[in-house]
């Protein structure tokens, strides 16, 4: 099975730097990607990576290590508009069912202060 | 705007009642997925059609049910409500199945049981 763990809470002051940690438990899994979700609003993708190391996107980095089983997106350069939940997600090895489930983890809800 | 819309916007019924969701993807998406998410909790996998057919199923509830037609609309048929069924219950499309095939969502169908 799949099992993806996140705080459920980060809080950080604008212009600042945060770093929102996943760390997981599958048996195999294609890549992990993230999203981001405005008070019930229809969630947003944000990066995905295949491959372990760092891939950068604007002010938002996403980071995989395959051999932690730990992934983090960081946010720079905090803006108010960046509160908002953020849920990571793997998308499962499936061998006999070409589906392509996507599994989320529980949400790290963000508050970024003035 | 992400291409993917979904009706109704708010639902109201009883227990006991069954109502139907609808969601049309984003053009040329063939892939479509539901999910459903409780009050601050995460998404919860549903359902995956691929063109037509199911492709991979999460826990989904024996009272639930779904489909994909020729045009690629799909609906979630949920039946028996309880209380509990009450949650935000997201669609979701992609242009095919790949990893790296980022899912966009609508803004959802909030589902309200009394």
């Known amino acids: 099975g799949q099992s993806l763990e996140q705080p459920s809470e980060v809080t950080a002051v604008e212009g600042a730097i945060v770093q929102i940690n996943c760390t997981y438990q599958t048996s195999g899994f294609y890549g992990l990607s993230w999203y981001q979700q405005h008070d019930g609003g229809a969630p947003t993708f944000l990066s995905y990576?295949?491959?372990?190391g760092l891939e950068e996107t604007g002010r938002f980095s996403s980071f995989l290590s395959r051999s932690d089983s730990y992934g983090y997106l960081l946010l720079q350069e905090l803006q108010m508009k960046d509160s908002a939940s953020y849920f990571c997600a793997v998308r499962p090895i499936m061998i006999y069912n070409q589906g392509g489930k996507l599994i989320f983890g529980q949400g790290t809800e963000l508050s970024v202060k003035p | 705007d992400s291409g993917v819309t979904q009706t109704p916007k708010h639902l109201i019924t009883a227990t006991g009642q069954r109502v139907t969701l609808r969601c049309s993807p984003r053009s040329g998406d063939l892939s479509v997925y539901w999910y459903q998410q409780s009050l601050d909790q995460g998404l919860q996998f549903l359902i995956q059609y691929y063109n037509g057919e199911e492709r991979a199923k999460g826990n989904i509830l024996e009272r639930f049910s779904a489909q994909q037609f020729p045009d690629l609309h799909s609906e979630l048929n949920l039946s028996s409500l309880e209380l509990g069924d009450s949650a935000l219950y997201f669609c979701?499309?992609?242009?095919?199945?790949?990893?790296?095939?980022?899912?966009?969502f609508g803004n959802g169908t909030r589902l309200t049981v009394t």
């Open positions: 990576n295949a491959l372990d």
């Open positions: 979701a499309s992609s242009p095919g199945q790949g990893p790296d095939s980022p899912l966009h």
